[in-house]
């Protein structure tokens, strides 16, 4: 009798916490990103550590623990699109937190659902993509507003960085476990920040490379989807770099009218 009324309330506890967590987490990380906006460098910083602290406990509670062949990345999407969207804030105006912060609350919760609910099909990876490539495009945005093209460690580095975990998670959506996986979030990182780094050579307005950088990764992510289905590699190189060429011509004829 004793231990069951020690453990009932726990197991009430967990089951609320299953319930309202979906809900109630991207909450608090949508508050702490616009708490984060509104302040200066030092507590902004406390907020992202706070923000990516509960993203982490958060995400594993929540998903619960890891089984055999499952994906290991899908605990860190939720904390690196809270990240993004940190980094993306500090380049709104002032006074639009308010805002914006339930936008964010809906993004992070839909990236939560997605996980929760499992990739499967093709609509599941479409939403995890879609997910995955607004994260890189706001994160990017932020750390070539914040770092600046002269800093030390290069924008790029950083942003190389902020790819690792959406590579790692495209590559296990594709099935890709262990070195498999990590190997192919390797080339996928490198691909990125090569056309990052080639691109800001042509000193873009700033919205742009961000934009440039998403499309990117959304491109190798498309044609490694394409090789490993077995399509034509001929068929994919003309597909996806018809897809990246055109929109590179399409920023630099919008940049230079």
Do not use: C, K
């Not at 936008?103 to 997605?114: D, E, N, Q, S, T």
């Not at 979030?185 to 800001?200: E, P, R, T």
């Amino acid at each position: 009798m004793t231990t069951r009324s020690q453990t009932h309330p726990i197991g009430e506890a967990m089951i609320a916490i299953h319930r309202f967590g979906p809900i109630v987490l991207p909450g608090l990380l949508a508050a702490l990103a616009a708490i984060g906006w509104a302040v200066g460098p030092i507590g902004w910083s406390v907020a992202i550590a706070i923000q990516l602290t509960l993203a982490g406990f958060g995400a594993a509670l929540l998903l619960g623990p890891v089984r055999p062949g499952s994906s290991y990345a899908r605990y860190a999407t939720l904390a690196v699109a809270a990240l993004a969207s940190s980094l993306a804030g500090r380049l709104l105006p002032a006074g639009a937190a308010i805002i914006l912060a339930p936008a964010i609350w809906l993004y992070l919760w839909w990236i939560l659902h997605v996980e929760l609910r499992g990739v499967v099909g093709s609509a599941g990876r479409l939403a995890l993509d879609l997910t995955l490539v607004l994260a890189i495009f706001g994160g990017s945005a932020g750390i070539m507003r914040i770092v600046g093209p002269g800093a030390w460690p290069p924008p790029m580095v950083l942003i190389g960085l902020l790819v690792t975990v959406p590579a790692w998670r495209a590559a296990e959506a594709r099935g890709a476990r262990g070195a498999r996986a990590a190997g192919q979030a390797v080339l996928h990182i490198l691909a990125v920040v090569q056309v990052g780094l080639a691109l800001s050579l042509l000193d873009l307005p700033s919205p742009v490379l961000p934009a440039l950088v998403a499309l990117a990764f959304h491109t190798w992510n498309g044609a490694a989807d394409a090789l490993l289905a077995n399509a034509p590699a001929r068929g994919v190189l003309l597909e996806f770099g018809t897809l990246a060429v055109l929109g590179v011509l399409v920023v630099l004829l919008l940049t230079r009218v």
